[in-house]
């Protein structure tokens, strides 16, 4: 099991920026970042595998790139260009495989999520 813990949520008007870090126990094939608002499902926003390879949903591009420190374990979201609609609690996650990387069903472990909360 891998233990993750995020950080750098907090409130934003929008058009500003933050940026999300995730320290995890471990290095895994593929980690992710998540959101999810209350009454709605968890929905995928950006992956990283180990070899670099990126995946981002479409109501991201552009705004939110993901990266990641293997030697320090570390993922990071920024996010730039914020709206109203990306108010959410963002979490961490890792698996082991490479496949669908933005559904949460094939992640393992997560972490404990950070509130976004951005303002118009």
């Known amino acids: 099991q891998v233990e993750l813990v995020e950080s750098g949520g907090g409130s934003v008007q929008a058009g500003g920026s933050l940026r999300l870090s995730c320290v995890a126990s471990?290095?895994?094939?593929?980690m992710g970042w998540f959101r999810q608002v209350p009454g709605k499902e968890r929905e995928g926003v950006a992956a990283i595998t180990s070899a670099g390879r990126t995946t981002y949903a479409d109501s991201v591009k552009g705004r939110f790139a993901v990266s990641q420190d293997q030697f320090k374990n570390t993922l990071w979201l920024q996010m730039n260009n914020l709206k109203p609609e990306d108010t959410a609690t963002y979490y961490c996650a890792a698996k082991w495989g490479w496949s669908d990387p933005l559904d949460p069903g094939m992640y393992n472990d997560w972490g404990q999520g950070t509130l976004v909360t951005v303002s118009s």
């Open positions: 471990a290095n895994t094939a593929c």
